[in-house]
C-alpha cells in the first residue's frame, strides 16, 4: 500500500465511510478505489484515468487533490504522451481550415453589400412612415367644443323629508360558544431497549404517527443512510450545516439509520429529540448505528 493509498483510506474511515459509500458518490467502481487505495494501478483502464479517479477519491472524503499531488508525486504514475495520441490525431490540420476560411472570404463582401441595402430600405421606410404621420396629424382641424348654459331657476324645488320608517329590534338568540376540547391523547413515549457495541435499538410506543427529522448541526457535516423495515433506502447522503431532512415512515415498523458523525447530528422522532445512549464525544460513539423499532397500540375497549 502506498502512503497516499493511506491517506485516502484514513481520511474515509474518519468520516464513517465504507468503499461502497464512496463508489455511490464517486460513481466509480469499487475495485478502482480498491487499487488506488492499495496502490495497485495495473486494474484501471488507462494511466490518463489513475489521476482523475484518485481526484474524485479526494474530493469525496474532502482532501485537496492538488495538495496530494504535490506531497506524493512519486505515488502518481506519469500520464505518457501516447495517451493524448488519438485525441491530437482528431486536429484538423491548418491548411483545411484555411481552405474553408478562404471560400467563406470570398462571399463576404456580397453578404456585406446586401447588409446595407436592406438597412438603407428599413431606414427610408421609417422616415416615410414618420413624415406621414406627421402631415395627417396636422390636416386635422380642431372641433369647436360645445358650451353648455345651465340657467338657474328662482324657485328652488324643496322636496319634502318623509318620515323614516323605525324598524323595531331584531333580537338574536346568542348561543354559547364551544370551546374546543383539548386533546387527551398522551405524547409518544421513545425508550432504549438494548445497546450492543456501537449500535442502540429504541422502541417508539403510544404513537399513531411515525416521522423522523435528520438535522446537521452548524458548521458540521454528517454522512447518513437510513433504511426502512422492508430493507428500501429512504436517505443516502450527506446532511451539512442546520440542513433538516424529514420524512414518513407511516407504513414502516422499524427504520435502521447510520450516523457516521454523530456529533453533528439531530435525530427527531415524531418532533421528540432522541437522546444518545452512547456518548457520541466518547470514540466509540462518532459512529453509531440506531434501530427504532414503532410497537402496536394496545386497543381499549369503552
Not at 490540420?93 to 456580397?110: D, R
Not at 457495541?197 to 410506543?205: A, F, N
Not at 426502512?228 to 450545516?241: L, Q
Request: net charge negative; aromatic share 8%; hydrophobic share 30%.
Amino acid at each position: 500500500m502506498t502512503e497516499l493509498g493511506s491517506r485516502l483510506k484514513e481520511a474515509r474511515e474518519a468520516k464513517g465511510l465504507s468503499l461502497e459509500d464512496v463508489q455511490e458518490i464517486t460513481k466509480i467502481q469499487k475495485r478502482y478505489l480498491q487499487g488506488i487505495e492499495e496502490g495497485n494501478y495495473s486494474v484501471m483502464p488507462g494511466k490518463f484515468y489513475v489521476r482523475a479517479f484518485i481526484k474524485q477519491y479526494a474530493e469525496a472524503v474532502n482532501l485537496n487533490s492538488d495538495e496530494l499531488f504535490s506531497e506524493y508525486a512519486n505515488d502518481v504514475p506519469k500520464t505518457e504522451p501516447d495517451d493524448y495520441q488519438q485525441p491530437l490525431s482528431r486536429v484538423k490540420t491548418n491548411s483545411q481550415v484555411s481552405e474553408k476560411g478562404s471560400k467563406l472570404m470570398e462571399f463576404f463582401p456580397m453578404f456585406l453589400v446586401i447588409f446595407f441595402v436592406i438597412l438603407a430600405i428599413v431606414v427610408a421606410y421609417y422616415f416615410i412612415q414618420k413624415a406621414m404621420n406627421t402631415t395627417n396629424s396636422s390636416e386635422v382641424p380642431d372641433e369647436p367644443q360645445e358650451q353648455v348654459i345651465i340657467e338657474e331657476t328662482s324657485d328652488p324645488i324643496i322636496e319634502e323629508d318623509e318620515p323614516e320608517e323605525q324598524s323595531e329590534p331584531i333580537e338574536t338568540e346568542e348561543t354559547p360558544s364551544s370551546e374546543p376540547e383539548e386533546d387527551s391523547q398522551p405524547q409518544s413515549v421513545l425508550a432504549v431497549k438494548e445497546t450492543s457495541g456501537t449500535s442502540t435499538t429504541y422502541t417508539l410506543s403510544n404513537a399513531d404517527d411515525f416521522t423522523v427529522e435528520l438535522e446537521a448541526a452548524p458548521g458540521g457535516e454528517s454522512w447518513i443512510t437510513m433504511t426502512d423495515s422492508n430493507g428500501e433506502r429512504v436517505y443516502y447522503n450527506f446532511v451539512k450545516d442546520t440542513q433538516v431532512e424529514s420524512f414518513d415512515l407511516n407504513e414502516a415498523t422499524s427504520v435502521t439509520i447510520k450516523v457516521g458523525s454523530a456529533p453533528n447530528t439531530i435525530i427527531r422522532v415524531n418532533g421528540q429529540e432522541l437522546q444518545y445512549e452512547i456518548d457520541p464525544s466518547s470514540s466509540n460513539g462518532i459512529t453509531q448505528e440506531i434501530i427504532i423499532e414503532k410497537l402496536e397500540q394496545e386497543s381499549t375497549e369503552e
